[in-house]
T-cell receptor
């Protein structure tokens, strides 16, 4: 069966510090991968999606970036965090069908 | 205007009540999802609909493609149903376009 992992589960970082969130998927190959963010009081927003290694599409301009160094690994990064980057970050995977499967999420607080 | 609108934003019910959460969307979709987000943030997919009606336990989801409207019903609500319920429409890239969610609180 397929499993999706995210870490860390919670993170508190100061403004201006770097960020690296990791997502890995087990039990499937060549998945579509997605990063979503849920800011306080707002709905989930798609940040990045990837249909293959090294292929990243960005939906929203921001100071975040994503990379997919391996088929089942998706990384969300920032060189310098802003207060507005605080939120709940969810990774998800899909296989070209409408169903998407979500990871447990990372709650990021930028202080 | 958001592409996916949910109502109500907040809902408080007494245990045992029948609950309805509504979702309207303005984009063309191939599927609509209902998700449940627990207080810790974890999300569980409840339903994926492209037409008609689906039932799972006390949960029922319906969709009217012509009217671009979907509803999630909870029969005989229970305090453990307290969560945020999110409607999401599938976009052209396979991504989901989310509503802002409905926070449900069921009192014993």
């Amino acid at each position: 069966s397929q499993t999706i992992h995210q870490w860390p589960a919670t993170l508190v970082q100061p403004v201006g510090s770097p960020l690296s969130l990791e997502c890995t998927v087990e039990g499937t190959s060549n998945p579509n991968l997605y990063w979503y963010r849920q800011a306080a009081g707002r709905g989930l927003q798609l940040l990045f999606y990837s249909v293959g290694i090294g292929q990243i599409s960005s939906e929203v301009p921001q100071n975040l970036s994503a990379s997919r160094p391996q088929d089942r690994q998706f990384i969300l990064s920032s060189k310098k965090l802003l207060l507005s980057d605080s939120g709940f970050y969810l990774c998800a995977w899909g296989r070209g069908v409408p169903e998407q499967y979500f990871g447990p999420g990372t709650r990021l607080t930028v202080t | 205007k958001n592409e996916v609108e949910q109502s109500p934003q907040n809902l408080t019910a007494q245990e045992g009540e029948f609950i309805t959460i509504n979702c309207s969307y303005s984009v063309g979709i191939s599927a609509l999802h209902w998700l449940q987000q627990h207080p810790g943030g974890g999300i569980v997919s409840l339903f994926m609909l492209s037409s008609g009606k689906k039932k799972h336990g006390r949960l029922i989801a319906t969709i009217n493609i012509q009217e671009k409207h979907s509803s999630l019903h909870i029969t005989a609500s229970h305090p453990r149903d307290s969560a945020v319920y999110i409607c999401a429409a599938r976009g052209s890239q396979g991504n989901l376009i989310f509503g802002k969610g409905t926070k449900l609180s069921v009192k014993p």
